[in-house]
């Protein structure tokens, strides 16, 4: 029968310590300057997104509000083309105000803001309607609209002469001179405080009766 012997058994082998890196240790301030120019070395994928992100926004405020400026200014003579061409077309069909007919209808210049539309006298007077003066004569002709615009930020820019239609063609007096031969009246609208032609429309009345924006 066999017994152990409670002996402690040590391996015969011979004990090697671990080896020691032979790979030279860099000094500190190498290691912190090089993760420090690598960290700095040039922008990052989500800085460069928040740069574009801000050039973006604020060229679409810039375009915005150009094109709003743009908007307000068409807005605005489109308001005075369309004015003109009602008192144009009350003229045609011989609109009959407060009871009678009148000589025509006109447009005249209130302020930077605003024009009126005014009837001419009686057609059915002793009145003739072709000698009268043609233009705004305040006690004799009455306003029946008072054109303002909406938008503070525009105005007329040249106060202008009076336009009046007389029935039936309409035929087109303009200062109370029906010549074919004259120059169109003129009107300048612009933001307020700006200098035109920057961001002006220009309306022309010819003597034909023509109404053209540019």
Do not use: W
Request: with cysteine; net charge neutral.
């Amino acid at each position: 029968m066999n017994y152990f012997h409670s002996q402690h058994f040590f391996d015969n082998r011979e004990f090697t310590p671990p080896l020691k890196s032979c790979t030279p240790k860099a000094p500190a301030n190498l290691i912190f300057s090089k993760k420090y120019s690598s960290s700095t070395a040039g922008f990052s994928l989500i800085e460069m997104l928040v740069v574009v992100a801000i050039i973006a926004f604020l060229s679409a405020s810039l375009i915005l509000n150009f094109s709003r400026t743009r908007i307000d200014i068409e807005q605005s003579a489109n308001l005075i083309m369309a004015t003109i061409r009602e008192a144009q077309s009350k003229t045609v069909s011989s609109t009959v105000y407060n009871g009678y007919n009148p000589c025509g209808y006109g447009i005249h210049y209130v302020s930077s803001n605003q024009l009126a539309i005014y009837v001419g006298p009686n057609a059915a007077s002793p009145t003739n309607c072709l000698t009268i003066n043609k233009n705004y004569q305040i006690g004799e002709d009455a306003v029946i609209k008072t054109q303002t615009f909406t938008d503070p930020q525009v105005e007329i820019k040249n106060s202008f002469n009076d336009i009046f239609f007389l029935p039936p063609d309409p035929k087109t007096y303009l200062n109370n001179n029906a010549s074919l031969n004259q120059s169109p009246i003129t009107i300048q609208i612009g933001p307020v405080g700006g200098t035109c032609p920057t961001n002006c429309r220009t309306i022309s009345i010819y003597p034909s009766g023509k109404i053209e924006s540019q």
